[in-house]
């Protein structure tokens, strides 16, 4: 089966990609998590796409039980090396967040910089995250996740806004097509890979409306659902959604 333009992107890109801009929030963003869930350090946490890593063992370091579980043998292999080096011991498991193992083992779950969600080629794969989720959950568990503002697009230019977050070195982010129909964007995203390749990948993505995050989770039983503003590194409840928020930030609790 031809890969997906996804997993050709985290193939072999575990090392530069703790270089990319989007990867610089982590202690801001584990701060907002460690209050979601009152520093209560028994409950055990599922990082969902955790890529390399970078909240799993941010958490870990603070005393927090956390699974890690990713598509991608590269960035799992990157993550497995710096938590050694930091001397954890960190359960990583490649998993497909579609299809998770776990039944009813985790009371917080976390999915975070797009961790799957909202990446697949279809809604109805989108969906299956958020259900394989739910149901890797106990009952009355949280999950925090970010996921793509379909208002972003209405209103700004996602091209200006790539470009501006572009560095040397780095991916990049050009030809963004929004489709008013589908809410997908459609993009071309250009990178060295870890053994130095050139890699050019045509990529789309599902922006959604805060309404359907609602609708969607509402149908998974989740009662309480807030959604703001996601701000690199600063995630808070002060935040209320705007049309100028690339990122929504999702907390809900059955």
């Known amino acids: 089966m031809e890969k997906q333009w996804y997993e050709l992107f985290f193939e072999n890109y575990g090392q530069k990609y703790d270089n990319e ?98 990446l697949m080629e279809t809604d109805e794969m989108n969906f299956q995250i958020l259900k394989s989720v739910s149901s890797a ?12 503002n379909g208002l972003f697009p209405l209103y700004q230019s996602v091209d200006k806004f790539c470009a501006a977050s572009e560095e040397e070195g780095n991916s990049t982010c050009k030809n963004n097509t929004f489709d008013l129909m589908t809410f997908r964007c459609f993009s071309i995203v250009e990178f060295e890979d870890d053994s130095g390749k050139q890699m050019r990948l045509e990529c789309n993505e599902r922006y959604y409306m805060p309404v359907e995050i609602t609708w969607l989770l509402k149908s998974l039983g989740f009662q309480t659902i807030d959604i703001f503003g996601a701000r690199l590194g600063e995630f808070s409840r002060d935040h209320k959604l705007t049309t100028e928020d690339f990122e929504m930030l999702v907390v809900c609790q059955r």
């Open 21 to 118: 801009v989007f990867t610089r929030g982590t202690q801001g963003e584990c701060d907002f998590i460690e209050k979601e869930i009152k520093f209560d350090k028994s409950l055990k946490i599922i990082d969902v796409g955790c890529g390399t890593g970078r909240h799993t063992i941010e958490l870990s370091k603070r005393g927090y039980q956390v699974t890690g579980v990713d598509l991608s043998a590269s960035q799992l292999k990157r993550a497995k090396e710096k938590a050694e080096a930091d001397r954890l011991v960190i359960d990583f498991q490649c998993q497909d967040a579609r299809n998770l193992s776990f039944d009813k083992a985790f009371d917080v779950a976390i999915m975070l910089c797009e961790g799957g969600f909202p």
């Open 137 to 148: 959950l106990k009952p009355k568990a949280k999950l925090i996740f970010t996921t793509l």
